[in-house]
């Protein structure tokens, strides 16, 4: 009679990142069965975002896949900006593909490199943090933080670019493609790491389509599907880039497409660079006046002497004052956070302000309800919003690509060896933040 034994992976598994538990059946080193638990970083996103206004939930998006936050902050507004019935300045939407297109270079940078060093590649691990870190640089340069950078309004985004972003981002890409161009040279043909991830792990495109499974784990199956592409929104129809696709479904080829995407992203900035309408983030116009000094003088009633003038902010918040408001966010006052200007030398603009995101107060749309899809680091993230007309929402839903690639981690491990765990569970890039939510 043929004995199998049961193996617990995790919590407590370096691999595991302490928040999945395998519950594996083994036959010596050989899994003939496995079974994936979840929910150990729960963090009830879907439940605070509705014990708060609609402005208030961005931050919390910032914590879902908190190594792609960017893409998050795009789609749950986008969501909105749906059921408002609301559409935002042409040059707002490449911003927000900018945005997008950054934090996807970095997720997969992330994916690829902490994969790399679980296998044993700790130089290449080291090779794409150091391209990583250059992103970050620029992240918190447009944003004012590296992570949680919650940069993208309903109606808009927090500021225009910063003066010399484009000059310093693409020298990040110089670094970056510098970087992968080594780490392929260190990896793509190591005989080492091929015989680690060469046909295993498999997963055939049937299986993937029938478990809902999107994002370079479906297209390393050979399904061509991006959002960007088979459902395009801001300006994605615009710009031209290819979806790379596998034939495989293994390790290597997740691996690989990955790697491809990069190149794209990198392309899709470039481009956006090239088309996007100027901006009037470097115009000099009217006296500059310190905010603090101008909300002083705002509050003591003279405004006569602030009305022509630019608030001198913060650099992590350029881009964001009166000049600039045109082109990066709507014409909607009554749901779009006023400028800088407004804000510090009126006491109307100050109410408004803070009515945005006061409880009780802030948008109110119309009652009912949207859903909008954006093609996330790991796939379709999705976030369906329902409105009962008041200023918080009634239920927000979200679709995590990370679900559906860890619903069907159990087929992916079946017949390999309790060693292919670790590379097989690194190639889906398995964020909790997202997962469990």
Request: proline fraction near 5%.
């Amino acid at each position: 009679m043929k004995k199998t034994y049961l193996l617990n992976m995790g919590p407590a598994h370096p691999a595991m990142h302490g928040v999945i538990r395998l519950i594996l059946e083994l036959d010596g080193e050989r899994v003939v069965g496995a079974d994936a638990e979840i929910g150990y970083l729960h963090r009830a996103f879907e439940k605070q975002a509705e014990s708060g206004v609609w402005n208030n939930v961005i931050p919390y998006t910032d914590r879902l896949n908190y190594v792609s936050p960017l893409i998050n902050n795009v789609g749950y507004c986008l969501a909105v900006e749906k059921l408002c019935g609301i559409e935002t300045p042409m040059r707002c939407q490449y911003l927000r593909v900018i945005a997008c297109e950054i934090s996807r270079i970095t997720d997969h940078l992330t994916c690829v490199g902490a994969n790399a060093m679980e296998l044993g590649a700790f130089t290449v691990f080291l090779y794409l943090m150091k391209a990583r870190e250059g992103l970050y640089f620029c992240v918190d340069k447009l944003t004012g933080a590296r992570v949680t950078a919650s940069y993208a309004r309903v109606g808009g985004v927090k500021a225009d670019l910063p003066a010399g972003f484009q000059e310093q981002l693409r020298e990040a890409f110089r670094t970056v493609r510098e970087c992968v161009r080594d780490s392929e040279a260190l990896l793509t043909k190591n005989r080492i790491f091929v015989d680690r991830v060469q046909g295993i792990g498999i997963l055939d495109k049937e299986t993937a389509l029938a478990y809902g499974v999107t994002g370079p784990v479906l297209r390393s199956a050979g399904v061509p599907y991006d959002v960007r592409r088979s459902q395009p929104y801001l300006v994605y129809d615009r710009l031209d880039f290819e979806v790379p696709v596998g034939t495989a479904g293994d390790n290597y080829d997740r691996y690989l497409v990955r790697l491809a995407e990069i190149e794209q992203s990198m392309r899709i900035v470039e481009q956006c660079f090239e088309q996007m309408p100027q901006g009037s983030v470097e115009l000099n116009k009217g006296q500059l006046i310190e905010a603090g000094l101008l909300a002083d003088l705002g509050k003591r009633g003279k405004t006569g002497h602030i009305w022509d003038a630019r608030a001198d902010t913060d650099p992590v918040i350029e881009g964001s004052g009166r000049t600039s408001k045109p082109d990066i966010a709507a014409d909607r006052p009554e749901v779009v956070l006023p400028s800088k200007e407004e804000t510090y030398g009126s006491i109307e603009g100050l109410m408004r302000h803070f009515e945005l995101v006061m409880w009780g107060r802030g948008i109110t749309p119309p009652p009912g309800e949207a859903y909008f899809a954006v093609e996330g680091g790991n796939g379709e993230l999705g976030f369906h919003v329902v409105s009962d007309g008041k200023d918080m929402p009634y239920r927000v839903r979200v679709r995590p690509p990370c679900f559906f690639n860890m619903a069907v981690l159990h087929k992916m491990l079946v017949g390999y060896t309790v060693a292919d765990i670790v590379a097989t569970f690194g190639s889906i890039n398995m964020i909790a933040g997202e997962l469990d939510r």
